[in-house]
């Protein structure tokens, strides 16, 4: 045995910040996989996939358990892994998915039509060839279910568990760059009528997945998009086309997009009323609250993740909010007794997650570390106190409500414990 060991390795301890630049440890490749067939060589020329060593993979629950109607399928929720995140964009084999417990449609995109009737001059059928021959843009949105981290209803157990993960608490959003036409364009195109000021977004997914939108809404920033982070909508996303409605409540984004019907009254179709747990006929509901507010997380260190030695992290996270951009983003790292600006990385865009990040020396200690986010419209990120106080419930209520409130915005704080284990400490 090698006298000098125990001395390198305390040596490696005391400068754990640079351990991974100061020595030069054995840079060992590892296991090298068997090459793959040639066939197979030639479909990975043609279209890529990840290395087999990254495994982060979305996680699922049931949102609804109990079934509301005959022959209703369970709706169902994949969410998106935060806690392995980097950067702004959403892979969008990880976009977190929220469907009525059916599976996308097999649509066929030269047999796919978009329906803009109803209060208009001239009704109008656009292909998909016809969507594409108008002027486009792309633009960086997040969509976020109003079900994301919240505590109450379905989702409170493993939100509130101290070994919840970023992906447990806040995996119901992620962002995207969507590419598509301005619905103010074809609105335009169809000519509105007076009257009109509502509009009725319906997909083509077996339960016709419907929402009304205010038309004010509709022509502001509400985007018809066939494109995703560079490439067609994914199915799991709306394939061939979906309606983007930036920064507001995820449900209003309908998928698989076919009908636009322009009304003169919200019509509160199946899916927004009976499925829409913020919506109860109990008149203490709050509806049509669309808007997300500000709201961040950070996404490492999280709960469930590890420090294996003291020193230098970066601490680092995304916010969002649907009032615009982010504007400030500012981290404690002593339970919130005090508050530092974080870095926020470009392109800053309206509407969209934004990457923060702050360094951070751990000493070994105990910490409890958290993001708060303020948005353009100079509105703060909550802390949980300060929802429970607003909203007139107690963490009872959380505990045993069998129902989403959604729009839960509430700062989320991680525990670091001494054993450099880190964990949920929302409660
Ligand atoms: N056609 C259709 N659109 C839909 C839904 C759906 O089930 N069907 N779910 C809605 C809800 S509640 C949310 S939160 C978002 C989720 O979008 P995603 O699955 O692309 O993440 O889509 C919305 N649009
Ligand atoms: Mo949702």
Redesign the pocket.
């Known amino acids: 045995m090698n006298p000098k060991q125990p001395n390198r390795r305390k040596f490696l301890k005391n400068t754990a910040a640079l351990a991974g630049l100061a020595v030069g440890a054995s840079a060992s490749a590892g296991p090298l996989a068997a090459a793959p067939a040639p066939e197979r060589i030639d479909d990975l020329h043609k279209y890529g996939e990840r290395s087999r060593f990254v495994t982060s993979q979305r996680d699922g629950c049931l949102c609804n358990p109990e079934r509301r109607l005959e022959n209703e399928p369970r709706a169902f929720g994949m969410k998106t892994p935060l806690q392995d995140s980097v950067g702004m964009i959403t892979p969008a084999s990880l976009?977190?998915?929220?469907?009525?417990g059916y599976e996308p449609p097999d649509i066929d995109p030269q047999e796919h039509r978009l329906l803009i009737h109803g209060m208009v001059d001239r009704p109008l059928i656009f292909t998909l060839g016809e969507l594409k021959r108008l002027p486009s843009v792309s633009r960086f949105h997040f969509?976020e279910?109003h079900g994301n981290s919240d505590p109450a209803g379905a989702g409170g157990p493993s939100r509130l568990a101290p070994n919840a993960t970023a992906q447990d608490t806040h995996g119901?959003t992620?962002c995207s760059q969507w590419t598509g036409v301005p619905l103010s364009l074809l609105l335009k195109e169809a000519g509105v009528q007076k009257g009109a000021t509502w509009i009725l977004a319906e997909?083509s997914?077996a339960p016709k997945?419907s929402k009304s939108i205010p038309l004010s809404k509709a022509l502001d920033d509400a985007l018809v998009a066939y494109g995703q982070n560079g490439e067609p909508v994914r199915p799991?996303?709306?394939f061939p086309l979906r309606l983007v409605v930036p920064g507001w409540q995820?449900?209003n984004?309908?998928?698989?997009l076919s009908r636009i019907e322009l009304v003169d009254e919200p019509y509160l179709s199946m899916s927004e009323s009976t499925k829409y747990p913020t919506l109860k006929l109990d008149g203490k509901s709050r509806w049509f609250e669309l808007q997300l507010g500000p709201k961040s997380v950070i996404t490492r260190p999280s709960g469930g993740q590890h420090l294996p030695v003291t020193g230098f992290y970066e601490i680092t996270g995304l916010a969002w909010s649907g009032g615009g951009a982010v504007r400030e983003v500012e981290v404690s790292t002593d339970g919130g007794r005090t508050w530092k600006d974080a870095q926020l990385h470009g392109p800053i865009a309206r509407k969209a997650h934004t990457r923060f990040s702050i360094p951070w020396n751990w000493n070994g200690e105990e910490a409890v570390i958290q993001s708060r986010c303020t948005d353009d419209e100079g509105v703060v990120q909550p802390s949980f106190a300060e929802v429970v106080k607003f909203r007139g419930q107690d963490l009872d209520f959380f505990r045993t409500a069998t129902a989403n409130l959604g729009d839960f915005n509430a700062i989320q704080p991680w525990k670091v414990n001494r054993d450099g284990s880190v964990q949920n400490a929302l409660v």
């Open positions: 976009h977190f998915i929220v469907a009525r969509i279910c119901f992620s997909g997914d997945h799991q996303q709306g995820g449900i984004n309908v998928k698989f």
